[in-house]
């Protein structure tokens, strides 16, 4: 009885998970094997056109185009310094927040909208706001700063700095509310014990808030460097890679490769590349955690 019960327990578990099971199939794995093939040939995008197999060549050609490859500088760019900010600002705002200080939930509120809100409406905001006619520029004008107007977004030199400051500004609260989760596991106990010790509050911090938090860091910095390469709908809604390209991610440069110019082949291996440097960083960061608790 116990084992025929046991049978129709993963039966009925197995049911459950075969409807998010077809569509992880359909929309997850079924893409990512049609992605490989296309990556292999040539192709125009266009039903019935015909399909040139061509092995490896759309990566070759992937790696010497110099679009691909500014736009592999870009990524590190926007990696680099999303996990240099991002994580530290919100560890500080959330112990801030974890303080309970007068008027804590406004200020808890108002760093965590930017992350409800869509990529793509927060790029269109700021689009408005760095726009050569935009708020920004107005502003200046308007307090006497006439000579310090820039066309943020269409300036090669600060095109790319731009959408990587936006970048910053919209993960923040993100961060900050899993770093703050993290925060209600530590003891009160162990902060009084500190105190009574005559720790200050530096000493707090860095002896055991961040020993405390480190698993929880580290996640952060994962999820950072995995959504930071896969970044699309800010640039798109900002830039749309220009100008002339020099704000292009991989995910633009493939969107456009596949859709614009109609080279599908090279956009799908512009694609594969992207998921094999996302695997990348999580391997690595995995094995940098093991080293550390290690």
């Known amino acids: 009885m116990i084992t025929l019960k046991n049978r129709k327990v993963k039966v009925y578990i197995a049911l459950f998970l075969l409807p998010a099971l077809i569509v992880y199939l359909l929309f997850q794995i079924v893409p990512l094997i049609l992605a490989f093939y296309f990556s292999l040939v040539e192709w125009n995008g266009i039903s019935g056109a015909a399909l040139k197999f061509v092995g490896l060549k759309n990566y070759i050609d992937a790696f010497h185009n110099a679009d691909f490859l500014l736009s592999i500088k870009n990524m590190v760019k926007m990696v680099f310094f999303s996990v240099l900010f991002h994580t530290p600002i919100a560890l500080l705002t959330a112990v801030a927040i974890n303080t309970k200080c007068k008027g804590y939930r406004a200020f808890k509120a108002l760093f965590f909208v930017p992350t409800v809100f869509p990529l793509t ?114 640039v798109f809604a900002m830039t749309g890679g220009g100008p002339n390209g020099l704000t292009n991610l991989p995910t633009t440069l493939m969107y456009n490769e596949a859709f614009k110019y109609s080279h599908y082949g090279l956009g799908s291996a512009i694609g594969i590349i992207i998921l094999i440097a996302c695997l990348a960083g999580t391997l690595g960061s995995n094995f940098i955690m093991s080293r550390k608790h290690d």
Do not use: Q
């Open 121 to 234: 409406s927060v790029g269109l905001m700021w689009y408005f706001v760095f726009m050569p006619t935009g708020s920004l520029n107005a502003l200046l004008k308007n307090i006497g700063l006439a000579d310090r107007v820039v066309p943020w977004l269409v300036d090669p030199a600060t095109a790319m700095n731009t959408i990587v400051f936006v970048n910053i500004w919209a993960g923040i609260g993100y961060y900050m509310v899993i770093l703050l989760a993290g925060l209600t596991t530590i003891s009160d106990e162990l902060y009084e014990a500190a105190s009574i010790d005559g720790a200050s509050a530096v000493h707090k911090f860095f002896e055991i808030t961040v020993p405390m938090l480190k698993s929880t860091i580290y996640m952060c910095i994962l999820m950072d460097i995995i959504g930071s390469v896969k970044v699309f709908d800010l």
